[in-house]
Nanobody, 121 residues
Framework: QLVESGGGSVQAGGSLRLACAGAAHTSTFCVAWFRQVPGKEREGVAA???????SYADSVRGRFTISRDGTNNTVYLQMNNLVPEDTAMYYC???????????????????WGQGTQVTVS
């Protein structure tokens, strides 16, 4: 089971750090962050594979950083220089290794958290 935390409301230009806790998943699966706004498809934001490789959507590259803390099996999404377009429900997901492939496809992931809301004004 994956549990997200760290969402909230922030002004444009601010920062938030999301956390995804999932004891058995984060070290053996590709873990990704997705986001979704009402009426739109779920969008892949960033992913971290088991070999430490990371992937980012073009819209967040250079502003967001995905990382893992092996001591507590938590994957983080550090979000800097937030803009209103980043407003969404953010979900973490775990699935098979991506091997650099289509990490951004929601259908690849077997496990999902409940989501945490991020609002940028």
């Amino acid at each position: 089971q994956l549990v997200e935390s760290g969402g909230g409301s922030v002004q444009a230009g601010g920062s938030l750090r999301l956390a995804c806790a999932g004891a058995a998943h984060t070290s053996t699966f590709c873990v990704a962050w997705f986001r979704q706004v009402p009426g739109k498809e779920r969008e892949g934001v960033a992913a971290r594979d088991t070999d430490g490789s990371t992937s980012y959507a073009d819209s967040v590259r250079g502003r967001f950083t995905i990382s893992r803390d092996g001591t507590n099996n938590t994957v983080y999404l550090q979000m800097n220089n937030l803009v209103p377009e980043d407003t969404a429900m953010y979900y973490c997901a775990a699935g098979p290794r991506a091997f650099g492939g289509a990490w951004y496809l929601p259908s690849r992931y077997n496990y999902w958290g409940q989501g945490t809301q991020v609002t940028v004004s």
